[in-house]
């Protein structure tokens, strides 16, 4: 059974930085996906970075330069380093993993960007 299981999120000020990382277990293969999506409150799920198994990062266009998404396919990790953080990315992150297109997700962590 594939499971994943997100670290990092937390409470932060506008202008800081927070790391999350998320663990895949139960996975025998290296993922064609892994990467986070979020959800802001009362809006749909939006993709926020994705990793290839080629190492292909893609970001949203609202990252803006801000975060960084990093994978290591051999321990099927995969982290997001967030800088510059603004009250707008205050949401539930959710670590992504799709391969041969089966989608799985992790359970969430919160972040919250306020004074």
């Known amino acids: 059974q594939v499971q994943l299981v997100e670290s990092g999120g937390g409470l932060v000020q506008p202008g800081g930085s927070l790391s999350l990382s998320c663990a895949a277990s139960g996975i025998s293969f290296s993922a064609d996906f892994m990467g986070w999506h979020r959800q802001v409150s009362g809006k749909e799920r939006e993709m926020v970075s994705v990793s290839t198994r080629n190492d292909v990062k893609v970001y949203a266009k609202f990252v803006n330069g801000r975060f960084t998404i990093s994978r290591d396919v051999a321990q099927n990790t995969v982290s997001l380093q967030m800088n510059s953080l603004e009250p707008e990315d205050t949401a539930i992150y959710y670590c992504?993993?799709?391969?041969?297109?089966?989608?799985?997700w992790g359970q969430g962590t919160q972040v919250t960007v306020s004074a």
């Open positions: 992504y993993v799709k391969h041969s297109g089966t989608e799985y």
